[in-house]
């Protein structure tokens, strides 16, 4: 059995990266993402590293198994940023052999035209922003490329990188199911081994968020819909090999993402840039870390003072044993009954399990608790009732 202060092991060692810079904000995001006319881009690549070290300093003896390029749009970084940033991890932890290293990209022409310069640093899997394969909701979406671009640059991808993933976003504004049924047939022959597949969400603080609550967000698919759309994207995925591996996650066997499952599986990851959070396992226990959130204050705040952090606060047993609850039962996989009782000093509650079993909305087999076909629509309730 995994002791508490080794616990991180059984998710694994990751690294992710901040990029808060777009060329463009997106409606539908609440992410830390700015738009800028112009970036420093030695400058940045040289705070990153330096955060790196920083970080690699408190965390001797340890391999990455993944790093992770978000954003913002990671893909306007240039080759030669990336680059440093990869040689300062490696400098600071050294790689696993299998070492995943990822970055997030949009089909535009600019971006593409970096993806071998990106190949070169080290990226050896590119997940790309293409969200619609119809040019009018890439408009309404506010995206700044076209479908023909999207798939020009995913062929160029291809040629590229070991490991090519895209996103797609359904529930859209106007779809129905026969649209998204066609949409993700065209997904499917496109795909390599990975698709995130998400259902709009709208998001205080966002322009479709201050839309809606004008009540000028029309068309959107009703709860009913939805929930078809969730049902036809399982049943279509399963067919062609893509099977749910997360909730909004499909893969072929054996391309899982590895920077996420260190998330979902509770590892550890040390995160740099604006914004960031992070999870590490230290001495005086596992911390949640986190990074000013304006990229100014964040780059000043490490040129000044030698870190970009903001926030440290030992993360209380109790909450990690929530946090474990909350992304395991994510996972087709479930949660370790052993770990989580581990982790929290008790198991959860006989009852509670027992309810949701007979509901059919959990199962449970060889000491693991995952969430069924029919209760993954409804996970928060059953979080809920675990966790209460």
Known sequence: MTVPGEDWRAGGFGLYVHWPFCAAKCPYCDFNSHVVAHVDQRRWANALSSEIARLAAETPDRHLSSIF?????PSLMLPETVDAVIRAAQAGWGFANDIEISLEANPTSVERDRFRGFADAGVNRLSMGI???????LHRLGRMHSVAEARAAFDVARGVFDRVSFD????????DRAAWQAELREALTMAVDH?????LTI??????GARAEAGKLRDLPDDDLSADMYFDTQDLCEAAGMGCYEISNHARPGAQSRHNLVYWRQGDWA????????RLTLPQGRLATEAHRLPGAWLQAVESSGTGDVQRDVVPRHEQATEYLLMSLRLTEGLDEARYATISGTPLDP???KSLA???MIERASGRISATTQGRPVLNAILRELAA
């Open 203 to 208: 998001e205080p603080g966002t322009a479709f």
């Open 69 to 73: 390029f978000g954003g913002g749009t």
């Open 358 to 360: 007979d509901l059919g």
């Open 351 to 353: 009852v509670a399990l």
């Open 131 to 137: 969200q619609a394969l119809n040019d009018a909701d």
């Open 271 to 278: 995160a740099v840039g604006p914004g960031a959070h992070g």
């Open 195 to 199: 698709l995130s597949l998400y259902q």
């Open 168 to 175: 797609l976003i359904y529930a859209r504004q106007g779809q």
